[in-house]
T-cell receptor
Framework: IAGITQAPTSQILAAGRRMTLRCTQD?????MYWYRQDLGLGLRLIHY???????GKGEVPDGYSVSRANTDDFPLTLASAVPSQTSVYFC???????????FGQGTRLTVV | GENVEQHPSTLSVQEGDSAVIKCTYS??????FPWYKQELGKGPQLIID?????GEKKDQRIAVTLNKTAKHFSLHITETQPEDSAVYFC????????????FGKGTKLSVIP
């Protein structure tokens, strides 16, 4: 692994199903983030984690949960998917507050 | 929370011309201002950033200027090339319970050969 990796790349999901999007980084970055990208709305923060063991809510957290059991992994869970959660999801990480954020390649999720 | 406005939303230029994208922000305490380029099907990638103690920064054909008093910063691309075509996002780091990166809504740049 080099950098930050997301899985799956894309997924079609039935409404009401549970889904976990995976994110792993090997840069030992403290902070990790989940964004969703929708046309015309840019990148909106869902949840963040400043360090292992802590998480926080971003701009659009409803319907999503996260955990940060260790430094490398930051999974995003949709407990019961709804069509409005159709989006492209990006995971990102940063070493600290004033440094570059590195992004994964994204997960395209379609909820039908 | 922080509010970042980015203009224009779309921009078309002829190859070789310059392109300018502008962003304004609301939190006067913000001190880190990165610009990201996103190509189709990929995640955003940092192209240049500037910190609040600097007014301008250049990297080859790309430059960023910052006016902290007016709370705006701009991306300048000179001698544009077709491979510059992409979506560009400005971002601002500000405090919202913790230091967060807030993005503008993006500018789709098309460079016409």
């Amino acid at each position: 692994i080099a950098g930050i990796t997301q899985a799956p790349t894309s997924q079609i999901l039935a409404a009401g199903r549970r889904m976990t999007l995976r994110c792993t980084q090997d840069m030992r970055h403290n902070a990790m983030y989940w964004y969703r990208q929708d046309l015309g709305l840019g990148l909106r923060l869902i949840h963040y984690s400043n360090t292992a063991g802590t998480t926080g809510k971003g701009e659009v957290p409803d319907g999503y949960s996260v955990s940060r059991a260790n430094t490398d992994d930051f999974p995003l869970t949709l407990a019961s998917a709804v069509p409005s959660q159709t989006s492209v999801y990006f995971c990102a990480s940063r070493r600290d507050m004033n440094t570059e954020a590195f992004f994964g390649q994204g997960t395209r999720l379609t909820v039908v | 929370g922080e509010n970042v406005e980015q203009h224009p939303s779309t921009l078309s230029v002829q190859e070789g011309d310059s392109a300018v994208i502008k962003c304004t922000y609301s939190d006067s305490a913000s001190n880190y201002f990165p610009w990201y380029k996103q190509e189709l099907g990929k995640g955003p990638q940092l192209i240049i950033d500037i910190r609040s103690n600097v007014g301008e920064k250049k990297d080859q054909r790309i430059a960023v200027t910052l006016n902290k008093t007016a709370k705006h910063f701009s991306l300048h691309i000179t001698e544009t090339q077709p491979e510059d075509s992409a979506v560009y996002f400005c971002a601002v780091v500000s405090w919202a319970g913790s230091y967060q990166l807030t993005f503008g809504k993006g500018t789709k740049l098309s460079v016409i050969p």
